[in-house]
């Protein structure tokens, strides 16, 4: 587990394989996924904070939402409560819902197509976006299995790609970080020609799917 502070009160809590975000504030703290349950991010947090912490989940992916059994309780999109521990108290997000602390805002923009319940968080005043795995420099984006959906995801970068020029940093959930906005209209693409059947797929190596790998640079295990 490797953590540091890449803008004031805003850290990268990062695993070998995901990472998460946690937010400073003054009487509060907000983190942004809680990774694996073996991750124990709750030991990390409490390094950084002994602030009351909202957790919350860019989408249900077990990568994203194991660690939540530490905290008991968190806030996602209804849409993937199906994909959480029953145990664990839900709260719902929506499209506009607005998440503040110290001086961030959060806007919560839903993208849905890794996961029928995938959200972004966006500070507009700070360009920031907090994107999940739905945006990513290469990939490999899982689009894959049964709650994932292709064409919600194609629907999604058209979404993000109307407000590309007010964002000026994108943190992903896998690999390199930070991006910048080109990457929406990248994805975007090499998600459509993955559509129309442009891009060859190949086996992957223990995994129940194929290999893609589009022009623009995205690879997607679908």
């Given at each position: 587990m490797?953590?540091k502070?890449l803008y ?5 809590i990062?695993s ?5 975000f946690?937010?400073r504030?003054?009487?509060?703290a907000?983190?942004?996924d809680a990774?694996?349950e073996?991750?124990?991010i709750?030991?990390?947090?409490k ?11 860019t989408h ?14 968190c ?7 199906e994909?959480?521990?029953p ?8 499209e ?5 602390v ?6 919560v923009?839903e ?5 029928r ?6 500070d507009k005043e700070?360009?920031l ?8 420099r290469?990939g490999?984006i899982?689009m ?10 194609i629907?999604?970068q058209e979404?993000l790609?109307?407000i ?7 943190l992903?959930?896998h690999?390199?970080?930070?991006i910048?906005?080109?990457?929406i209209?990248?994805?975007l ?16 190596t ?6 893609y790998q ?5 690879k997607?295990y679908?």
């Amino acid at each position: 587990m490797e953590t540091k502070e890449l803008y004031e009160d805003l850290f990268v809590i990062d695993s070998d394989m995901v990472r998460a975000f946690l937010i400073r504030g003054k009487g509060e703290a907000l983190l942004i996924d809680a990774l694996f349950e073996k991750d124990h991010i709750l030991d990390e947090v409490k390094k950084i904070t002994d602030k009351p912490l909202k957790l919350v989940l860019t989408h249900g992916d077990k990568d994203h939402s194991e660690g939540a059994i530490y905290f008991k309780e968190c806030f996602l999109h209804e849409k993937d409560f199906e994909l959480l521990d029953p145990n664990i108290r839900k709260y719902p997000l929506k499209e506009d819902d607005v998440l503040k602390v110290g001086t961030y805002e959060f806007t919560v923009l839903e993208i849905p197509g890794h996961t029928r319940g995938s959200i972004a968080f966006f500070d507009k005043e700070k360009g920031l976006l907090i994107s999940g795995d739905s945006i990513q420099r290469e990939g490999p984006i899982f689009m894959f299995g049964e709650h994932r959906d292709l064409d919600a995801y194609i629907k999604s970068q058209e979404k993000l790609l109307k407000i590309k020029d007010k964002i000026k940093v994108i943190l992903p959930s896998h690999h390199d970080y930070p991006i910048d906005g080109s990457y929406i209209e990248k994805n975007l693409l090499d998600a459509i020609a993955l559509k129309e059947g442009k891009l060859k797929g190949e086996k992957t190596t223990a995994m129940p799917c194929l290999t893609y790998q589009g022009e623009k640079g995205t690879k997607f295990y679908y």
